[in-house]
């Protein structure tokens, strides 16, 4: 099977420190599947009109007008995964045995308590046990992944000297889930290495007579070695609690970070991404708030309304902000909105805007625009 999505939308940003821009960008990603099997299958992925780096294929009217052309051809995902188990039938013929252990390797995706850990596309091979019978749980897993090339360190440069080896674990019980990660970065010593771990506690609870589903975070980044603009030593906690009110299919949500010291996730560059639409971007232009976790605190409060049976339309209201307690830092608060419509089977549309009160300077705000084609 191939196919792909196309997204495309005008983004107007002035962040209050200089030019306002406004420009239109495209971002294209293109994918072949291939199934072997109910449990087998490989899938190459391209991203032509983007860079590696994140830079996207953009046409600027403002401050001046020009194209900037970031086509590359480059392959972004290039990987096979499948079961032993099932490729390897004569190993357990009666299915008796803990043979449940599946394999990926190439160029893939990797996310590691929802971003906060790792957030990164890198080469890697990735070993699971799924459906390990440990006593008192409903469901656990075990898995290891080893990646030599594509890490990403904080600084969101790709570290060529860098090999990643993590673990990662979950259980179910109790109608909770828990989750702890284990990672650690190998480089040179310019870049310096680094050892994460990453907990998290999902459940939801009666409250009120509502069903409120919580989630809690914590994670750690400690370096043998001096600090680096690639490496440093922080903590981040992360808390959010969600609820649809009686009779709605809506949804208000509640998110809180604190971030001690200078936390650096194992790989990736957005640690905040989670906490809410002020933090995060909509893959087209960037977010209104940084989501840098340093000596900072702060969180977000939203509401999605959706609209329609099918529930085709929503809109999300959210205020939020950031106090940055680093030397030179800029504590933000603000407010954003985004619309978003799902147009018959292969179109969404989104739009959108912010405006964010900063610290000793001129206000931010934003214009969001988004069509998003599935073919």
């Known amino acids: 099977i191939v196919y792909g999505t196309a997204n495309t939308g005008i983004e107007y940003t002035e962040n209050g420190s200089a030019d306002h821009t406004t420009e239109w960008v495209n971002t294209l990603n293109l994918f072949a599947n291939l199934t072997l099997s109910g449990t087998e299958r490989i899938l190459v992925g391209m991203t032509p009109l983007n860079r590696e780096s994140g830079a996207k294929s953009r046409y600027r009217f403002e401050p001046t007008s020009e194209w900037h052309n970031e086509s590359r051809a480059r392959l972004s995902t290039a990987f096979f995964e499948g079961e032993l188990s099932e490729m390897f039938p004569k190993l357990d013929m009666g299915g008796f045995l803990p043979m449940d252990w599946e394999i990926a390797f190439g160029r893939q995706a990797v996310l590691s308590q929802a971003g906060v850990l790792i957030n990164d596309s890198m080469d890697s091979l990735a070993l699971t046990r799924s459906t390990i019978p440990y006593p008192g749980t409903s469901f656990a ?192 608060a603000g407010a954003q909105i985004r619309y978003s419509q799902a147009w018959g089977r292969r179109l969404f549309f989104e739009v959108g805007g912010y405006g964010v009160a900063q610290e000793s300077m001129s206000e931010g705000y934003g214009i969001r625009t988004k069509i998003n084609v599935i073919f």
């Open 141 to 332: 897993r075990l898995g290891g992944l080893v990646a030599v090339n594509g890490v990403h360190r904080k600084s969101g440069q790709d570290d060529i000297h860098a090999d990643l080896f993590a673990l990662f674990s979950e259980a179910q019980f109790h109608h909770s889930t828990a989750e702890l990660d284990l990672v650690y970065v190998e480089s040179d010593r310019a870049k310096g290495d680094q050892f994460n771990i990453g907990g998290s506690f999902i459940r939801q609870y009666i409250i009120f007579d509502h069903a409120v589903d919580t989630t809690t975070r914590i994670a750690q980044s400690y370096t043998p070695d001096e600090e680096t603009a690639h490496t440093s030593n922080g903590t981040l906690l992360y808390s959010s609690m969600a609820f649809a009110p009686k009779r709605t299919d809506n949804i208000l949500y509640i998110n809180s970070f604190g971030a001690l010291n200078s936390y650096a996730p194992a790989a990736g560059a957005a640690p905040l991404g989670i906490v809410g639409l002020l933090f995060s971007g909509n893959g087209l232009a960037g977010a209104a708030i940084n989501s840098g976790a340093n000596d900072a605190y702060g969180g977000s409060i939203g509401y999605q309304m959706f609209f329609s049976g099918a529930l085709r339309s929503n809109l999300i209201i959210e205020a939020g902000g950031k106090v940055d307690n680093t030397s030179g830092g800029v504590n933000r």
